[in-house]
């Protein structure tokens, strides 16, 4: 794991929780669990979702170009709301290690949680049939298949959704903040 790159100072701020794994994984699962807790603790929270935030920017395709965009501008969404106090759940696929790099950069308080689970269990959670298409070559560009998942060399925080529930997820990541909260 890396070395904690939040600074306590004592007082409640914004920090950057940045979920990335492939499709399947539990990223939102886990992600709309954790809002709820930390909302739940008086926290100003925001979510990002890669479904959600694909409809505001309509026009991105899924080139590793296009791709590398869209978390850039994701990335500064979260680094503004960072910088007003707000705590930001973002959960996306975000396959490239350089612009999860470009994110880390833009912001003050950046945690990078790998949402890691095999492929297989991927497939077999795959509740939108998107590995299904890509397997049958109605998806093109589908990460894990016919595009890389460049995993974290240094993620903050590894959540293995092999063998860890939702619940079990959310109190990792909830006992990794505690000491910025």
Not at 66 to 73: G, N, S, T
Request: glycine share 8%.
């Amino acid at each position: 794991m890396a070395e904690q790159s939040v600074k306590n100072t004592g007082k409640k701020q914004g920090f950057v929780l940045w979920l990335t794994g492939l499709s399947g994984a539990g990223k939102s699962t886990i992600a709309q669990a954790l809002a709820a807790r930390l909302e739940h603790t008086g926290q100003k929270v925001e979510r990002l979702d890669g479904d959600v935030m694909r409809s505001l920017f309509p026009g991105t395709g899924f080139t590793r170009e296009d791709r590398d965009e869209h978390i850039k501008r994701i990335g500064f969404m979260a680094s503004r709301l960072e910088h007003h106090g707000v705590v930001v759940v973002a959960s996306f696929i975000s396959p490239y290690r350089q612009s999860r790099q470009a994110v880390r950069k833009m912001c003050k308080n950046f945690i990078e949680v790998y949402v890691m689970a095999s492929l297989e269990t991927c497939q077999k959670r795959d509740v939108k049939g998107l590995y299904k298409k890509a397997l049958a070559g109605e998806i093109k560009n589908f990460t894990g298949l016919d595009d890389p998942y460049e995993q974290p060399e240094k993620p903050e925080l590894v959540i293995d959704t092999d063998s860890l529930s939702v619940e079990q997820s959310v109190e990792r990541i909830t006992e990794y903040i505690r000491p910025f909260m």
